[in-house]
């Protein structure tokens, strides 16, 4: 057995806390700030917050923090230690100390990549769950928090009351406006807490708005035996990722920032038309793909648009049903930035897998999919190839695939969306059922006949003749 990675030097002084230090922040925001801090300095380490499981401490804690980063290159793999996370904690264990840490004034920054069910919201509308066991839990006990959201308003309540200045809220999550989203639902669990600590955040805390991008597959065994081999250590921690990354901020910070300009990242007035542009051109032709892709037989993304067919749909749903709802952004040419997604999702180095993207798609479909169907549909246009991709989600959460082998279904509403498909015989009522759930349909767009018609059309194609077989149909 290799010995496990450790860390050289000392680690940085804690200027940041992240919630949810899974893989994709350690392949994307713990870079930024790790180059950002070697390139300009600044004390800028993070104490990164597990809100559920051990793991990632249980895999950085014995390493100092450090891990691997491996990026997966058409050409081979570059390989960087990370020494940005200094200090791992896991809530459930000790909440106190998560509160303690956040509400320390040497932490300037608190971000977030805790995924779309992490903010105990309502996809379709944006707004707090107050029902959420979580959040009914924190309204309880706040001194005890389990959510985000709780621990959030837990420490900057400390901080207020000590007469603290507040740190930035920055939300790293696949969100549309994330920012406005997090600030409201903090607003919303404050006031619902002390009418004076909702008044102190809304005048005193920002919540700037970001966007995110770099494809993060989830590192296997394999990954972490091959890393061994090269390297000589092992590094369960480690995480494999694409060479390209985007990130777009609003420069809206309470008391500084890291440089991570330096590294990359742009600073933006606004970051609506950039996330609007990434979230409908590649979080929607992904979830498309998973879908469609893993009911087709295809394990990864690669392999999927490695068929003409699949690589022809993904075009086609730029071309005629996405672009034309997209503002450009400042210094983006979409027809080019789509050419260079299809171009990642070619890369056979990262296997991005089908199920893997295709978990938690009630928290996605609303901002991925439904927002673009509902803009192609006012302009009297019905998109054909989203309602598809909506069809073939109906399919995958019905928990069977097309060879009769049951399906792993990963989501909040899991057993609530397998018993709405059981419940029904024909296609037309399991789409009406589906349909019918409103945290994922709002009433407007499920009622809308010209989208549940094509989408029944669409279920009962896959239903009787496959995936692929109606992919090579809509792309004929």
């Known amino acids: 057995m290799p010995a496990r990675l450790t860390r050289t030097g000392p680690a940085p002084k804690v200027g940041i806390v992240h919630l949810g230090p899974g893989a994709f922040f350690r392949a994307f925001g713990a870079i930024y700030t790790d180059e950002a801090m070697a390139a300009k300095g600044g004390d ?40 940005s996370i200094a200090r791992v904690l896991v809530a459930p ?74 740190f930035t809220v920055l939300s790293c999550d696949n969100l549309p406006s994330n920012g406005a989203l997090v600030r409201g639902v903090v607003l919303d669990f404050a006031r619902r807490r002390s009418p004076d600590l909702a008044d102190w955040i809304e005048a005193e805390v920002p919540f700037p708005a970001t966007m ?55 600073f933006v007035r606004s970051v609506e038309a950039h996330e609007l542009m990434k979230l409908r051109m590649l979080n929607g032709t992904h979830s498309a793909l998973a879908y469609l892709g893993y009911l087709g037989g295809y394990q990864t993304i690669s392999e999927t648009v490695a068929d003409p067919a699949y690589a022809a749909m993904c075009e086609r749903l730029w071309t005629e049903e996405i672009i034309p709802t997209v503002p450009k952004p400042e210094g983006e040419d979409l027809p080019a930035y789509a050419a260079a997604l299809l171009e990642r999702y070619r890369n056979p180095a990262i296997r991005h897998r089908t199920w893997q993207i295709a978990m938690d798609g009630s928290q996605k479909l609303p901002q991925r999919l439904l927002g673009t169907i509902r803009n192609r549909l006012k302009a009297d246009a019905v998109p054909e190839g ?10 995958y959460v019905g928990g069977v695939d097309e060879a009769g082998e049951p399906i792993d279904v990963r989501d909040p509403l899991a057993d609530r969306l397998r018993a709405a498909s059981d419940g029904a015989e024909s296609a037309e009522d399991k789409v009406a ?28 194609g896959l239903t009787d003749r496959g995936a692929r077989a109606m992919v090579k149909d809509y792309t004929a």
Request: net charge negative.
């Open 212 to 266: 995110v991008d770099r494809i993060t597959p989830a590192t296997t065994p394999d990954d972490v035996a091959k890393l061994a081999g090269v390297t000589g250590y092992e590094d369960p921690a480690m995480v494999v990722h694409e060479p390209f990354r985007q990130w777009v901020i609003e420069d809206a910070f309470a008391s500084g920032r890291p440089a991570w300009e330096a590294a990359g990242a742009q």
């Open 386 to 395: 989203l309602c598809l991709a909506v069809a073939g989600w109906m399919r």
């Open 93 to 166: 264990e000790d909440p106190g100390a998560v509160v303690e840490a956040m509400a320390d004034p040497a932490v300037r920054i608190v971000s977030l990549t805790i995924t779309e069910k992490g903010y105990c919201h309502n996809p379709a509308t944006g707004a707090l769950d107050p029902a959420h066991p979580d959040i009914a839990h924190d309204l309880e006990q706040p001194g005890q928090p389990r959510s985000a959201i709780g621990f959030l308003c837990a420490a900057l309540d400390r901080r207020r009351l000590a007469g603290s200045a507040p």
């Open 44 to 83: 800028w380490g993070i104490c990164a917050v597990s809100l559920k499981s051990p793991t990632a401490r249980d895999q950085l804690e014995p390493q100092g923090g450090a891990y691997t980063s491996v990026e997966l290159g058409p050409e081979g793999e570059t390989r960087t230690v990370i020494g």
């Open 433 to 460: 059922a589906l349909l019918a759930i409103r945290d994922i349909f709002p009433e407007d767009l499920a009622s809308d006949a010209r989208f549940r018609d094509t989408v029944t059309a669409a279920y009962k």
